[in-house]
C-alpha cells in the first residue's frame, strides 16, 4: 500500500514540520504539499522535504481559499502520477493519530471500504492566556460531549451568540479516501466524490487538531480567512460560515471578539473539567500513537 498525504498550508511555520514528521512515522510514504502563498519560513521547509524526495509541492497563489478544487488536484496527482492507493486529505494543524499500529495497519483492516470517516478532537485552552506557554503545552483540553449541531442551531450564523464556545462544539470530521475512483474532495476535506458507490468505516483514528495555537497566528489566520471566503463567488456563504464571523467580529472588535468566541474562559474551563463535560489529553505526539 502507498499511502500519500496531501496537505494545503499558507503561513504555518510554527507547526508544520512538526506534521510531516509525526505522519511519516505513522506510515505516509509520501507528502502532495499545497502552498498558499506563504511567506513566513513555511515554503522553505516544504523544499528541504522535496529536497529530500518525500514531497512534491504545488504552488496556488489565489486569494479565494478553493480547497475542494486544489486538495482534489492534488489527491488526483498522488495517485495517478505517484501511485498512491489512498489519500490522507490534511491541514497543518490536524495529527491522526491510530490507536492500535500505524495509520497503514488501520487502513489495511477496511478492504472493501472507500472512504474513512474520522472525528477530530479539537484541542482548546483559556483564551486569557493563550500564547503564555507555547501551543504543545496549552492546549491540553477537549470536550468530553461536543455539543451536536442539531441541538444548537441559530437563526443567524454570523450574528448569533453561540450556545458555548465554537471549539467545544462537534464539528465535522475529515474522510481518508481510497484512490481508485476518486473523483472529488470536498471543500473542508470532510468527504469525497467517487465514480461509483462506495462503501464507509469508522476507524480507530483519532484527529487531534490544533486550530488556535497564539493569538497572532488566530489573527493572522482569521484576517487571511475571512478575506479568501469573501473572495470566493463560488461557495455559497453557509461554506466557511465561522471564518465570515470570525472576519466581521475582527473588524468590527479586534482579535479579542473571535477569540472569545472559539476558545472557553479559565473559568469555563475550570467548571467544565469540574463537571466532567470538559478532559484533559496528555500529549500524544510520540510515534507509537495513543496507546503510548
Do not use: C
Amino acid at each position: 500500500m502507498t499511502l500519500a498525504m496531501t496537505l494545503l498550508v499558507r503561513d504555518e511555520v510554527d507547526i508544520v514540520r512538526e506534521n510531516i514528521e509525526f505522519h511519516l512515522r505513522q506510515g505516509v510514504d509520501l507528502v502532495v504539499a499545497i502552498d498558499n502563498g506563504s511567506v513566513d519560513g513555511t515554503r522553505d521547509i516544504l523544499d528541504e522535504y522535496q529536497r529530500a524526495g518525500v514531497a512534491t509541492v504545488f504552488d496556488e497563489a489565489g486569494r479565494d481559499y478553493a480547497q475542494s478544487k486544489w486538495v482534489t488536484k492534488a489527491a488526483l496527482y498522488a495517485r495517478d502520477a505517484l501511485g498512491a492507493e489512498w489519500v490522507l486529505n490534511n491541514d497543518a494543524d490536524e495529527f491522526w493519530v491510530p490507536r492500535r499500529g500505524n495509520l497503514k495497519d488501520v487502513i489495511a483492516a477496511y478492504p472493501d471500504a472507500s472512504q474513512l470517516n474520522v472525528s477530530r478532537w479539537n484541542m482548546v485552552a483559556d483564551h486569557h492566556t493563550l500564547g503564555q506557554s507555547g501551543w504543545r503545552e496549552e492546549l491540553i483540553y477537549r470536550a468530553a460531549y461536543p455539543l451536536p449541531r442539531t441541538k444548537w442551531q441559530i437563526t443567524d450564523l454570523y450574528e448569533g451568540q453561540l450556545p458555548a464556545p465554537y471549539f467545544l462544539l462537534d464539528l465535522p470530521g475529515k474522510a481518508l479516501v481510497r484512490t481508485a475512483g476518486l473523483q472529488k474532495v470536498t471543500q473542508g476535506n470532510h468527504s469525497a466524490h467517487f465514480s461509483d458507490e462506495q462503501s464507509h468505516a469508522t476507524p480507530p483514528i483519532q484527529i487531534f487538531h490544533y486550530p488556535v495555537r497564539s493569538p497572532k497566528q488566530f489573527e493572522k489566520k482569521v484576517d487571511q480567512g475571512g478575506q479568501a471566503y469573501l473572495a470566493n463567488r463560488e461557495l455559497p456563504e453557509s461554506v466557511g460560515w465561522h471564518w465570515r464571523r470570525w472576519y466581521r467580529m475582527y473588524l468590527e472588535h479586534g482579535i479579542e471578539a473571535p477569540l472569545r468566541d472559539a476558545l472557553p474562559s479559565g473559568a469555563q474551563l475550570r467548571a467544565g473539567l469540574a463537571a466532567g463535560d470538559i478532559v484533559r489529553e496528555e500529549p500524544f505526539l510520540v510515534p507509537a500513537g495513543l496507546d503510548a
